[in-house]
Nanobody, 123 residues
Framework: QVQLVESGGGSVQAGGSLRLSCVAS????????MGWFRQTPAKDRDRVATIAPNGITGYADSVEGRFTISKSAANHTLYLQMHSLSPEDTAIYYC?????????????????WGQGTQVTVSS
C-alpha cells in the first residue's frame, strides 16, 4: 500500500506559477510510473504529466512547455512545476502511482491516489 499526500495548490492570477508536491509513504519511483492528473466538475480525471522509473516524461498537449514533472527518489517526492497558468488550468490536481513501469494515459490504470489539491487561476 502507498499513501500519497499532495501540497502546494492555491490561488494565482493568470500568468503566474505554482509548484505542487506529492510525498509518497514509500519508494514507488524506482519501479512504478507516477503522474499528475486533474479534474474539474465538467470533465473526467485527465492526465497532466507522467514520469517513468527511468525518468522518461510525458505531458498532455495543453501543458507541454509550461509544466514540468520531476521527482526526488531520495525524498520520495513527486513535483509538478507549473508556469504561465491560465484559468483553463483550474482544477483539482491529483498525484497518482502505479505498480508497473509503463505510464498509461488513463486514470483507471493507476493504483494509488492522493487526496487532491485545488489549483485556481483567475483572469
Amino acid at each position: 500500500q502507498v499513501q500519497l499526500v499532495e501540497s502546494g495548490g492555491g490561488s494565482v492570477q493568470a500568468g503566474g506559477s505554482l509548484r505542487l508536491s506529492c510525498v509518497a509513504s514509500r519508494d514507488t519511483f524506482s519501479t512504478g510510473c507516477m503522474g499528475w492528473f486533474r479534474q474539474t466538475p465538467a470533465k473526467d480525471r485527465d492526465r497532466v504529466a507522467t514520469i517513468a522509473p527511468n525518468g522518461i516524461t510525458g505531458y498532455a498537449d495543453s501543458v507541454e512547455g509550461r509544466f514540468t514533472i520531476s521527482k526526488s527518489a531520495a525524498n520520495h517526492t513527486l513535483y509538478l512545476q507549473m508556469h504561465s497558468l491560465s484559468p483553463e488550468d483550474t482544477a483539482i490536481y491529483y498525484c497518482a502511482a502505479r505498480s508497473g513501469a509503463y505510464c498509461p494515459l488513463v486514470s483507471s490504470a493507476y493504483n494509488y491516489w492522493g487526496q487532491g489539491t485545488q489549483v485556481t487561476v483567475s483572469s
